[in-house]
T-cell receptor, first 111, second 115 residues
Framework: DAKTTQPPSMDCAEGRAANLPCNHS???????VYWYRQIHSQGPQYIIH???NNETNEMASLIITEDRKSSTLILPHATLRDTAVYYC????????????FGPGTSLSVIP | ETGVTQTPRHLVMGMTNKKSLKCEQH?????MYWYKQSAKKPLELMFV???????ENNSVPSRFSPECPNSSHLFLHLHTLQPEDSALYLC??????????????FGPGTRLTVT
């Protein structure tokens, strides 16, 4: 099981901020939240990850609630090239670095 | 460019053929992975290699046979596949399997069609 829930689809106007939510209510204390995206027919692209603090990089910002049960990926100025499926992943805290992808959110950036 | 390459990018094969998919990573990583993505389905992990040793086989049928001769190369040997095996096959690598916050880097994938 993916251990995360995301809305199946979202629309965002070009140039506006895209806020993609994710629920991970069963997250364990040593599990990280990762975000990937997959543009049609390409391999998934790593975006950002975090444990409990908010994170920002050149692609996006990640806001994690204080109880860590949910997070939001923010694309500050969405472009048409950001149209993709976005996956929120809770990294399995096992012996191996296994990533389990759920169905994700299909983001459509509209001109 | 993620530093992970896959060949071929597209492959069409009959059910009686034998073919191989190749993955190479130029990132100095020690863990490599095979994933399968069928149409409109989430990614499914198939195999995990850590320091050339297979550490996970996620109940994959024996018609898929992985090989990892070194930490930079990963193969997926295919034989007597079924049409339902048609999918995008993705290779990924990470610094090592296990431990904190090692992100995975994915290749572009091989689009496989079984006729």
């Amino acid at each position: 099981d993916a251990k995360t829930t995301q809305p199946p689809s979202m629309d965002c106007a070009e140039g506006r901020a895209a806020n993609l939510p994710c629920n991970h209510s069963t997250i364990s204390g040593n599990e990280y939240v990762y975000w990937y995206r997959q543009i049609h027919s390409q391999g998934p692209q790593y975006i950002i990850h975090g444990l409990k603090n908010n994170e920002t990089n050149e692609m996006a910002s990640l806001i994690i609630t204080e109880d860590r049960k949910s997070s939001t990926l923010i694309l500050p100025h969405a472009t048409l090239r950001d149209t993709a499926v976005y996956y929120c992943i809770v990294r399995v805290a096992a012996s191996y670095d296994k990533v389990i992808f759920g169905p994700g959110t299909s983001l459509s950036v509209i001109p | 460019e993620t530093g992970v390459t896959q060949t071929p990018r597209h492959l069409v094969m009959g059910m009686t053929n034998k073919k191989s998919l190749k993955c190479e990573q130029h990132l100095g990583h020690n863990a490599m992975y095979w994933y399968k993505q069928s149409a409109k389905k989430p990614l499914e992990l198939m195999f995990v290699y850590n320091f050339k040793e297979q550490t996970e086989n996620n109940s994959v049928p024996s018609r898929f046979s992985p090989e990892c001769p070194n930490s930079s190369h990963l193969f997926l040997h295919l034989h007597t596949l079924q049409p339902e095996d048609s999918a995008l096959y993705l290779c990924a690598s990470s610094q090592q399997a296990g431990g904190p916050s090692y992100e995975q880097y994915f290749g572009p994938g091989t689009r496989l069609t079984v006729t």
